[in-house]
């Protein structure tokens, strides 16, 4: 087995587990998580892509890598998003669900008469 | 790497414009966050009448010369550099969202102006600034001409369109918005992963160098399904749809017109720029219906949980997982169309038809909401009495939005549905045709009580809670109206749609 092989073989597994966490787990910190694996993954992939692709006799195929550090920074501004506004949730109401109190269908659409 | 593609790699008179379109919402954004406070809700509005004179002017551009308006940035030709281009559908998505943008931004002034004596309001400034960055974000999606700026544009986009579900802080929208970033994020990781794989294949993202490479084979038909899976999760098709009901309904009026106007045909137009330039000869007709049956369900479920609806903005919010799937109805058609050796031009027209029409006539929609319920104090369906005569082109308004939804002739939605279902009838797919008219008549039923409700005699001695200014109602029913006479589009001497289209239309490699 090559080494790009046995990388993109693990960029895949890394995606796998990735997308098993962010679908099958309730909490939302390990939805997160999962997404940042799968992404993990994905960069991975690319890397692998950007190194296979250089038989022209350069060290690398550049754009990939350009790509990756665009990806990897909106990736990480995502997981930021994602984890102020677990915070605040965590804040507001003391528990951090994304299970509505109501069921989804007849969620609340605006506060009650003030 | 060696292409043939003269005419696609220069600047064309005009393109400077397509720069423009993109940076002046995010510099109007920029200013904006600066003077932060009274001063961005006057900076949004300034840029919102100069980011609409530079979109006419690139429709203007495109009318002139007939082909796609393009911009080489910093003089780097595709594969190495990018393109930014604007053909017939980017151009009548960026008027159509221009408009609706200004709409709703002349009816938030109400909502969203910061008082006098007061320094600054969190939830005002915040709208402003995200209403610029969603329409700066959507014009990037729709000028873009490679795969992975539009990755950036639709993340742009989530990330202005979330904090928009939770401008108010309660800890209900927080988690609607915490769950549609969610969904958000798993759609665009997949997205990314079918760029990359593409990327990997073919060695270019760029979206016509890309369609004259990808051939039908497993590796493209797995970024096909990676892809359009992502943005379908983005769009909340049916059954992944769940997020948005929630979302839509909790934020506040103007926003709600937002996120389920606009933002939603973000991620629909990606899919549709996929589907019919890049993967035009990978694309076979049992995968562009199984996109039309999940619109189907979209349409039944959508419609008829929307009749089940106690409040007023989650019925509109149902009644938009029912519209999605109209949207969706457009692919097994032209796929159809093209299959069959026809011109695709009319079902393509009939779906970006129903995509504009809908836009303006859910943001009137939501907006009347909004009026409604500053009025009454409660959006309770039940208990709309006294609305006629209280805000009489408020209730025209919602009406006028209906009868577009519903497919009245003139209307925008009229003219959608009648090419979608020629296409239908031409390709022999008469039970898509069938739907959609039952899809109307579900909405006609919704729109109906809705109307009927709020033409009842208010009690003796009722007082609206507050007055609402009349240019609110005006700018709703602009709209409104807007959408409701677009029908009047098929006047139109050119086809503005397939102006400069990347891939010839009626080609699908065996």
Known sequence: MNGPTLFGLCAAALIGFGLYGLIVNPQPLRKIIGFNIIGSGVFLLFGTIARRGAAAGMGGDPVPQALLITGIVVAFSATALAVALLLRLFDEGGVVTLVSEASPTEAKADPPDA | ?510
């Open chain 2, 1 to 510: 790497m060696p292409h043939s593609l003269s005419a696609q790699d220069v600047t064309t008179p005009g393109g400077l414009l397509l720069v423009l379109a993109i940076l002046i919402p995010f510099i109007g954004m920029l200013i904006g966050f600066v003077f932060g406070g009274g001063k961005a809700m006057r900076v949004a509005l300034a840029t919102l009448a100069v980011g609409l004179a530079i979109v006419i002017a690139i429709a203007k551009a495109l009318v002139q010369s007939g082909d796609a308006v393009i911009y080489i940035l910093g003089g780097w030709m595709p594969p190495l550099g990018v393109a930014l281009r604007a053909d017939g559908l980017s151009v009548v998505m960026l008027l159509a969202i221009a408009v609706v943008i200004c709409g709703i931004g002349v009816y938030a002034r109400a909502d969203f102006g910061s008082p006098s004596g007061v320094k600054e309001a969190r939830a005002p400034l915040t709208f402003w600034l995200l209403l610029l960055a969603v329409w700066g974000s959507l014009n990037l999606v729709f000028v873009s001409g490679d795969l992975f700026t539009l990755y950036v544009a639709l993340e742009l986009l989530t990330f202005a369109a979330v904090p928009l579900v939770s401008l108010d802080g309660r800890s209900e929208t927080v988690r609607s918005a915490l769950r549609y970033l969610l969904y958000a994020l798993l759609g665009s990781v997949l997205y990314l992963l079918g760029a990359v794989l593409l990327y990997g294949v073919y060695g270019t993202l760029d979206i016509p160098l890309l369609a004259m490479r990808v051939r039908p084979e497993p590796v493209a038909w797995a970024a096909l399904a990676l892809m359009i899976s992502g943005l379908l999760a983005k769009t909340a098709l049916f059954p992944l749809h769940l997020w948005l009901p929630p979302a839509h309904a909790g934020a506040p009026a103007a926003a709600s017109a937002v996120l389920s106007g606009l933002v939603i045909k973000g991620s629909w137009f990606l899919a549709v720029r996929l589907w019919f330039d890049v993967f035009a000869g990978v694309v076979t007709l049992p995968s562009a219906q199984t996109l039309g049956t999940l619109g189907a369900a979209a349409i039944l479920v959508g419609n008829v949980v929307a009749l089940r609806q106690t409040r007023l903005k989650l019925l509109i919010a149902y009644s938009t997982v029912a519209q999605i799937g109209y949207l969706f109805l457009m692919f097994p058609l032209a796929t159809g169309l093209s299959s069959a050796g026809l011109d695709s031009a009319v079902a393509v027209n009939g779906g970006m038809l129903q995509a504009i029409s809908h836009a303006m006539a859910k943001a009137a929609m939501f907006m009347a909401a909004g009026l409604i319920y500053t009025t009454l104090g409660h959006d309770r369906v039940a208990d709309l009495r006294g609305m006629t005569s209280t805000l009489p082109m408020t209730v025209l308004a919602f009406a006028l939005a209906g009868a577009s939804l519903i497919g009245l002739p003139p209307s925008g939605g009229f003219l959608a549905k009648w090419l979608l279902i020629s296409a239908a009838i031409t390709t022999l797919q008469w039970w898509w045709a069938l739907l959609m008219l039952v899809g109307g008549l579900l909405t006609s039923v919704y729109v109906f009580i809705v109307v009927v409700r709020s033409l009842a005699p208010a009690h003796d001695g009722w007082k609206p809670k507050l007055p609402v200014p009349r240019y609110q109602q005006a700018a709703v029913l602009a709209l409104a109206l807007c959408s409701f006479l677009l029908g009047a589009a098929v006047l139109c001497p050119l086809d503005v749609m397939q102006i400069g289209r990347t891939v010839s239309r009626n080609t699908l490699l065996p």
